[in-house]
């Protein structure tokens, strides 16, 4: 480890450190893009790096395929991204124009939905900074740690290996400290370190609000969403404790009735499995094209991704899944789970 490497990466050899300092030496202006339904890592990474290139004098262009939710529209730097959905002749013109472009927060150009044949079309080397498994090779730099918990994790520690830790602004701060809070469900995860905390005490020590970031991204909840909530928990929430799981199953009609919009059942399935004693729990609902999607989360050694796999059409991660069925009804698809439960108690059976 070197001085000016204390919490970052290992990826940020000084091989790699001088490529890209040649790349953004080419005339032209840079590109920094993340992955299609950008979270708050995929748009924080993005932001910090606008933040952090335009204080060092460089004016990079931010493009994301598609909009991103409107609790991270506080984040600095928003007022500048451009949406290939609403300006796909501004963004080409951009791509036209890059030296580089930055592939922040996913592994594969295709992750970028109907943005990648422009990016796939475009000359200008790639450097990908991510942390997804499996990286694709596409790049002219390919900056890949899966031990990190964010992008933005990572997009610190290339400010650091530049040896400009020090100078991190509370603004690329605050986008830092947002990607990681959002992809580490809080500092939560297994894939946080001592490093995840050292890096967010310094984005502090730097300016950075950590409530005031945590309340503009966490408490944004609408009164229908909570009576939706409220609602699913005390009239639609079934446990089998001698099964260890729990479920959750809504109809159309139920979510028309709390004038459902995307994302208000998010998090609802880790409700469930929030229980003491339960170690897989399941979302089921009625989507509005008739077909029924399932969410699946377990604890510990139990994988649900073959779950998914094996009964649902669906796949994912070990202890996060998800599938749909069409041409069943939603309570057809939950008793075919209820079904399974017996067979599944005996792994299921442990604590943790
Ligand atoms: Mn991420």
Redesign the pocket.
């Given at each position: 480890m070197t001085s000016n490497q204390k919490y970052g990466s290992p990826v940020f050899t000084p091989e790699s450190m001088a490529q890209c300092a040649e790349l953004l030496a080419a005339p032209g202006t840079p590109v920094i893009t993340a992955h299609r339904g950008p979270d708050g890592?995929a748009i924080g990474s993005a932001l910090a790096l606008w933040n952090h290139l335009s204080e060092l004098g460089v004016h990079a262009t931010v493009v994301m395929p598609d909009h991103y939710p409107s609790f991270l529209h506080w984040l600095p730097g928003h007022e500048s991204v451009l949406l290939f959905e609403q300006h796909a002749e501004e963004v080409q013109t951009a791509v036209d124009a890059a030296n580089v472009i930055f592939c922040l927060?996913y592994n594969d150009l295709s992750r970028t939905g109907a943005l990648a044949p422009v990016l796939e079309a475009s000359p200008a080397p790639k450097i990908m900074i991510d942390?997804h498994q499996h990286p694709k090779d596409f790049a002219a730099i390919t900056w890949s740690d899966t031990s990190r918990c964010?992008?933005a994790e990572l997009i610190y520690g290339w400010i650091e290996a530049r040896g400009e830790a020090g100078e991190i602004s509370p603004e690329t701060g605050s986008c830092l400290y947002t990607g990681i809070m959002t992809?580490s469900g809080s500092f939560r995860f297994p894939s946080v370190t001592q490093g995840t905390h050292r890096i967010a005490a310094h984005l502090i020590e730097r300016g950075v609000d950590h409530a005031v970031i945590h309340s503009r991204v966490y408490d944004t909840n609408q009164v229908d969403r909570m009576r939706l909530v409220g609602y699913a928990l005390s009239e639609k929430l079934r446990v089998w404790p001698e099964h260890h799981a729990a479920l959750i199953a809504l109809s159309q009609e139920e979510l028309k009735r709390f004038h459902y919009r995307s994302g208000d059942t998010e998090g609802l399935v880790n409700q469930a499995l929030s229980i003491e004693g339960v170690n897989m729990a399941a979302f089921i609902h009625e989507s509005h094209d008739g077909r029924i999607k399932l969410s699946l989360r377990s604890r510990g050694s139990f994988s649900v991704r073959e779950v998914a796999a094996a009964h649902f059409n669906g796949g994912g991660h070990f202890n996060a899944s998800g599938g749909a069925v069409e041409g069943a009804t939603l309570d057809e698809v939950v008793a075919q789970f209820e079904h399974l439960l017996p067979g599944l108690a005996p792994a299921l059976d442990y604590s943790i």
């Open positions: 890592d927060d942390h964010s992008t992809d």
